[in-house]
């Protein structure tokens, strides 16, 4: 289907365009999301079951990855693959300065010490920074990168310098499904990684959904029993304290309908973002996503970078178009955090200070996307 001719989007000139239009994901596929949802419910299992089992499916396709399990957001799968791999109280964690405040709650929440290191360019975990943090940090010690914005992260630096001070790696990438640099794709680095359906994300549920990744079988069998209270059955012991973290089957099976459109959607965020790069290169003040070679991007987010951000976000809004700020406050600035160890924020600090998000969803039309453009364009005198 041709991303210019969705279905329902208006091509007034007046309408406001919102940063997300879910209403148009399922006008688009109701029938098929009718079908799945039945179909789950008729199976009376409303919990886990099937449907489960073939995301899970899913995900181990998508990834790269001999292990998937599905949980109830990206946040509990976070946590969920770090407990499973045994990080705890004893251990120190780093994380990247930007990011959403999940990554560093999901840390906190196993006992660990977060270690906040700022971001390079791409507003991933700088590698020199995280380098010196690793060198000077003692006891057990866990990264945990993020591809943020659906950028593909650099593996084999990062892989690198990590087996270099013995550190194990769990991805955050709630952002990166259908992201890749090089061999490594979204979801394919490290120890185990944990994955996002939010709504927001580029295959999302209608509710919260996440899943732990992994080809490691204790971590996923410790996964597991972790999601199911600790237990393997209902007759056998709890060895492991554990939470009530299956996915609903309606989720799962709304999930596996949104995995199967999963490769046009992307190529119409890629056609948008293609757009958007070409029509807005080399205006005055504002700086793109930076491009790499042997990389895919996800388009999970568009951040452009002004110097006159909050004009920025005034004019767009007067426009009627929605924007956000990914993310308004660095982790280092984050009152949840304070105490912890923080290694020179000032990219991520910047990156909050300057950061603009265009509406970049499978389901604008082309006027939208010909009026987000015309909008920064007139912004920046073009
Ligand atoms: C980087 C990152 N980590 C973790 C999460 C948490 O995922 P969820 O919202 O599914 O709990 C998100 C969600 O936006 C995210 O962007």
Same mark, same amino acid.
């Not at 208006?10 to 919102?18: A, N």
């Given at each position: ?5 969705c279905l329902?989007?208006s091509?007034?000139?007046?309408d ?6 879910l ?5 688009e ?8 949802h039945e ?9 886990g079951?099937?449907p489960?089992a073939?995301l899970?499916?899913l995900v181990?396709g ?5 292990h998937?399990?599905a949980?109830t957001?990206?946040t ?6 770090l407990v499973?791999?045994?990080i705890?109280?004893d251990w120190?964690?780093i ?7 999940a ?15 700022d971001v ?5 975990l ?12 003692r006891?057990?010690t866990?990264?945990v ?13 990062l ?12 991805e955050?990438a709630a952002?990166s499904l259908g992201?890749?640099?090089r061999?490594c794709?979204?979801?394919?680095l ?6 996002s359906?939010?709504?927001?994300k ?7 959904a996440?899943?732990?990744v992994?080809?490691?079988? &204790?971590?996923a @069998?410790?996964?597991? %029993?972790? *999601?199911?209270? +600790?237990?393997?059955?209902? /007759? ?6 554990g ?5 609903a089957?309606?989720?799962a ?11 046009e959607?992307a190529?119409?965020? &890629?056609?948008? @973002?293609a757009?958007? %790069?070409? *029509?807005?290169e +080399?205006l005055d003040g504002? /700086?793109?996503?930076p491009m790499r070679s042997?990389t895919?991007?996800n388009?999970h987010k568009?951040?452009i ?8 976000l005034?004019h767009m ?11 308004p406050i660095?982790?280092c600035d984050e009152p ?5 160890e ?10 909050s ?9 499978p389901f ?9 453009v ?9």
């Amino acid at each position: 289907m041709d991303w210019t001719n969705c279905l329902h989007p208006s091509d007034s000139t007046t309408d406001p365009i919102r940063f997300l239009a879910l209403e148009r994901d399922f006008a688009e596929l109701a029938e098929q999301y009718r079908h799945a949802h039945e179909a789950a419910m008729r199976s009376g299992q409303v919990v886990g079951g099937a449907p489960v089992a073939v995301l899970e499916r899913l995900v181990t396709g998508a990834t790269a990855r001999r292990h998937a399990i599905a949980t109830t957001s990206g946040t509990e799968a976070l946590r969920l693959a770090l407990v499973a791999c045994a990080i705890g109280p004893d251990w120190n964690v780093i994380i990247p300065a930007l990011t959403y405040i999940a990554t560093a709650g999901s840390v906190l929440a196993t006992g660990a010490r977060p270690i906040v290191v700022d971001v390079d360019e791409h507003a991933h975990l700088d590698a020199d920074m995280l380098g010196d943090a690793l060198a000077a940090t003692r006891g057990p010690t866990a990264v945990v990168p993020v591809g943020l914005f659906g950028d593909g992260l650099d593996d084999e630096r990062l892989r690198s310098i990590c087996d270099a001070h013995g550190a194990l790696v769990v991805e955050d990438a709630a952002q990166s499904l259908g992201s890749r640099h090089r061999n490594c794709v979204g979801g394919g680095l490290g120890h185990a990684s944990s994955l996002s359906f939010a709504p927001t994300k580029t295959v999302p549920c209608f509710g919260n959904a996440g899943a732990v990744v992994t080809d490691d079988d &204790d971590v996923a @069998a410790r996964a597991r %029993l972790i *999601r199911s209270h +600790g237990k393997a059955g209902n /007759r056998s012991k709890t060895t492991l304290l554990g939470v009530n973290g299956a996915l609903a089957s309606s989720h799962a099976a709304q999930l596996c309908v949104s995995f199967h459109h999963r490769e046009e959607r992307a190529r119409r965020r &890629d056609a948008i @973002a293609a757009h958007y %790069l070409s *029509r807005l290169e +080399g205006l005055d003040g504002l /700086r793109l996503p930076p491009m790499r070679s042997r990389t895919i991007h996800n388009w999970h987010k568009f951040v452009i970078r002004s110097d006159r951000r909050d004009a920025l976000l005034e004019h767009m809004r007067v426009h009627g178009i929605e924007t956000q700020v990914h993310y308004p406050i660095p982790l280092c600035d984050e009152p949840i955090l304070a105490g912890c160890e923080f290694r020179s924020c000032d990219r991520a600090r910047a990156w909050s200070r300057h950061a603009c998000t265009l509406p970049l969803h499978p389901f604008l039309t082309q006027p939208e996307v010909e009026r987000i453009v015309r909008a920064v364009r007139e912004f920046h005198g073009a």
